[in-house]
């Protein structure tokens, strides 16, 4: 699966009969077997949603929705009216994984992001990975997610990705796909630990037929990795969550995490630089910081640096943090390895630096900066996904077959004067999960995104966040664009 581009071989496979596309016939169920019996890991989950009055399952939901109002776990959406605050639709059917099932996929989560931190630090330093023209040098050092002011700086443990969270889809007869690499701010892993909350709430008797194993232990971890990556010499390093305020969409997760890891979440305006190092100001007076968990884009963390123009950062932390005496994480200059253009290539990441083969495959993907690449995805757009390589939250984005002939013709006339922005790929049969909606119980698309932790070790709690796209025969689960998310499952053995 993996390839630079998109060959004439290849594009043969890349049909509508291909069981990767999305066709209906060829959903992968994840409770029910293709002859319609229960998967065994669904079994137990099963004979209790028969036994359960639909009344009672109803009024659980009204009861989380209560929940989740009272507690003010909700996001912000841009571009609506200022203030307006959503609940993300939670889902009371949880996602269930099988122990061995998530065994691999946790092998081949661990391979994928130590490559991606191998591959920032190489195009930071010597760049073997380009002079080995495995990726072609403009891919990386033209992209504006690459930051020339990394070049050539040291992060603690040659870290630049603390928290990945790493998008997966199950497609076809069942076998995960990578969509794409979250390295900048990725988001969404206080939801799961909510989530995993209100299921222990309003199901209890569900937790004793099942042996899921536990997230809640999230934040310990996160903060035992933070810690571990301190500069060196600091021996009992501060930490600090710094958000750009509440007006973020996703403050809630940011003030959310700072208190369960017991540490302070504060804004730019609460630090200050002197002589190179960095410092909170408090009632006590100025204590030095150690470690950030930044929520912050680069483009906003100094204005010294980078935006003139921003509020929300620290002036001279660039310096303090080149001279090593702050870690960041994530990394100042992660968005080179999680842009879309150079998603193609992780595969190829994994052989250079690793001597391995992936262990989960890519989506083939057609790079539109290609003129071959290019003439195919504008002859098929009607079939494909287009998306930018920036992109995020499901925008900018093209459905080929849910498109209407005048976005089709939109996305052409941006394909064709800027091509260099959209990769396009096949559009996934997205595995199903059942999920409760007004019409009952009914078939959804979903997703899992799965929080990896990089320190001394690379770690993950078992599972992630499942996103659902609730509307019926939708494909987009991003909570920004009408997705809800559920509980995930990871059984232990």
Known sequence: MAHFSLNADTRQTITRDNPIMANPS????????????????YAGYQKWLAETPPERIAQKRAEADLVFHRVGITFAVYGEEEGKERLIPFDVVPRIIPAQ???????????????????LHDVYHDQEIIKAGKIPAEQVLSNSQYRPEMQGVDVPGGIYAHIAGVDVVRAGAGEFYVLEDNLRV???????????????????????????????????????????????????????????????S?????????????????EGQDLFVRDEHLYMRTTQGPQRVDVIYRRIDDDFLDPLAFRADSMLGVPGLLQVYRAGHVTLANAIGTGVADDKSIYPYVPDMIRFYLGE????????????????????????????????????????????????????????????????????QPTLSLSAC?????????????????????????????????????????LVVNSSQGGGTKDTWVLEV
């Open 186 to 248: 990725p988001s969404g892993v206080s939801y799961m630990l909510e989530d995993r909350r209100m299921m222990m709430r309003l199901f209890p008797e569900l937790f004793s037929r099942y042996r899921v194993a536990p997230v809640e232990h999230y934040p310990d971890m996160l903060l035992s990795n933070l810690r571990a990556v301190a500069p060196a010499g600091v021996l009992d390093p501060t930490v600090i969550v710094l958000t750009p305020g509440a007006y973020n």
């Open 250 to 266: 996703a403050y809630f997760e940011h003030a959310f995490l700072a208190q369960q890891m017991g540490v302070e979440l504060v």
């Open 101 to 119: 099932e998530w065994k691999q996929l946790a092998a081949g989560l661990r391979q994928r992001v130590k490559a991606l931190n191998m591959f």
């Open 434 to 474: 059942p999920t409760f909606v007004d019409a009952g119980i009914a078939p959804r698309h979903i997703d899992l995104r799965p929080f990896v932790l990089s320190g001394k070790d690379i770690n993950m709690v078992p599972g992630g966040l499942t996103r659902v796209a609730l509307r019926e025969g939708s």
């Open 26 to 41: 060829s959903i992968y169920d994840e409770m029910n077997g293709a002859d319609g019996t229960v998967r065994a890991h």
């Open 357 to 424: 083969e992936p262990l989960l495959n890519n989506v083939p993907t057609y790079m539109c900066r290609k003129k071959e690449d290019l003439a195919y995805v504008l002859a098929h757009l009607d079939e494909l996904v287009v998306k930018e390589t920036h992109g995020a939250g499901g925008y900018g984005m093209l459905i080929g077959p849910r498109a209407s002939k005048e976005e089709i013709e939109r996305f052409r006339q941006l394909l064709t004067e800027t091509p260099e922005r959209y990769i396009a």
